[in-house]
């Protein structure tokens, strides 16, 4: 036996000797005091823990890259994630806003008023008489159409339902309109149009639920359309 | 219930499933403390801070099979740490082991073991570590390399290294037999 491999033998016997395993008295003790530590969650640790630092030969500088590719990756999906909430969270919009999709078209013949399906190709007639109705407006929520109704004493205005019912017309008129000022309410309950009442041009609301018509203490010079009215 | 079972439970958070895996290895761990640091008070603090970390990190433990090899690797790391930290304590030193020396050869006499005593504290914790692992937990080159994530190659020169610091202490300790050196 020479002098190295005797002192191994030594070192281990020595080992042996010196250890002197046994249990220890503390060991519940460190139980204790370990498990009232928070574990790590499972997703903060990167995959193949173990195996990347046993058995994948990784050099420092590929981990680094890896690392930062996970953060990468990670931070792309906190932003979408975050992105999704934020869209997620906005109040759903009442109905006259929001997409609206393919409906019913508005037009007048002959002085009444109809509604064609580009889907169907079905006409209906949903305002019909004596009457010269015309310029047909769809109420934002799609539901309501306003018209003009031509008469002696002046424009009338008339309120219809998609399918004709529930029609509503004006008793007082206006000495003329402008048919392209018409603008609906975003609740659907009143229009706002421009007009001449008595000899002078102004801008006037008609309410769609009852057929009154206001006058707006605006100075009339030009419309625009749209406009907005809280009314 | 085996290993694998116990590992993934404590994992989870079970008490009982982690008390039950200190009790299969606390023995082992805490000889290697006490192996490496000679010191049965810091070897109590680095198996405590080793299992401490084992249980926070034991989600991330994929591989119940590793687990023995890991907590080697965490009570080496806690054993390095103490040392770091109490680096100026004062040394208790147990010369009268419990258990009577198992080999009846020259290597079992007080004075030898003496001389084995004084020339391994001389080493540093690195050192010390490699050889406890290899000579008294039985690691293999490979398995040493692979659990101090070194290559190969170095963890064999840093075995024979280590070796060879010890017999260098050795050889100075038999020139001056007097215990004048300097304490880890």
Sequence with gaps: MNHADRLERDLAVWFTETAMPSKPDYTDEIVREAT??????RWTFAPAWVHGRFALPVTPGRTRIAWAAVVLVLVALAVALAAVA??????????????????????????DIYTFDPETGKETAIVTGPDEDHDPRWSLDGRRIVFARASVVGTRFGFVNADGGGLVVTTDALQDIDSDSIAWAPDSRAVAVAGTMNGGRAIFMVNATNGQIRLLPVEYTEFAVPIVIND | MDQRELVDRAGRGDHDAFALLVDQSITQLEAVARLILRDPELARDAVQDAYIRAWRDLPGLRDPDRLGAWLNRLTVNACLDVH???RRRPIEVDLSPA???TVGDHTSSIADRDQLERGFRRLNTDQRAVLVLHYFAGMSVPELAAMLEIPLGTAQSRLGRALAGLRAELAALDRDPLPGGQPA
């Design chain 1, 36 to 41: 009232r530590r928070r574990q790590r969650p």
């Design chain 1, 86 to 111: 934020i869209v997620a969270s906005q109040p759903k919009l009442p109905p006259p806003f929001g997409l609206a999709g393919n409906g019913l078209l508005s037009y007048a013949q002959g002085g």
């Design chain 2, 84 to 86: 770091r930290k109490r």
């Design chain 2, 99 to 101: 258990s009577p020396p």
